[in-house]
């Protein structure tokens, strides 16, 4: 069974995240969610797994970019919002634990 690394192809950790796995036998394939898209069911359904909190990249150069008035008085809709528009503020990598959740960043990884 392949795994999906949802992320961005030139990101670091995304590219760690498929080395990790394939080394370790398991195929993975990256799903970039600049070029391929993002569902808007499919970011909903991270968001109650994961919480938004925890997803949202804050410490990225976009984060940085976004005017004030859009980082102020955050909350779940306005994150969901700005992440879909914004792919690159999704905290990378996020995959999917072979259909039984999902999981963000390489510390899972690193068992």
């Given amino acids: 069974m392949t795994t999906t690394v949802?992320?961005?192809k030139n990101c670091d950790a995304t590219r760690k995240a498929v080395k990790i796995l394939e080394e370790r036998g398991t195929p993975a394939k990256i799903?970039?969610?600049r070029?391929?898209?993002l569902p808007p069911k499919l970011l909903k359904e991270w968001i109650?797994?994961?919480g938004w909190e925890?997803?949202?990249n804050k410490r990225g150069t976009t984060w940085r970019g976004l005017p004030d008035e859009l980082k102020d008085d955050m909350d779940e809709a306005k994150a969901e919002m700005l992440?879909?528009?914004h792919p690159a503020l999704i905290k990378?990598?996020?995959l999917n634990r072979d259909g039984t959740?999902?999981?963000v960043g390489l510390d899972g990884l690193k068992c």
């Fill in 83 to 85: 992440m879909a528009d």
């Fill in 54 to 56: 925890t997803m949202l």
């Fill in 92 to 94: 990378r990598p996020i």
């Fill in 101 to 103: 959740g999902f999981m």
């Fill in 6 to 8: 949802y992320g961005l």
């Fill in 48 to 50: 109650v797994q994961i």
């Fill in 35 to 37: 070029l391929d898209g």
């Fill in 31 to 33: 799903h970039d969610l």
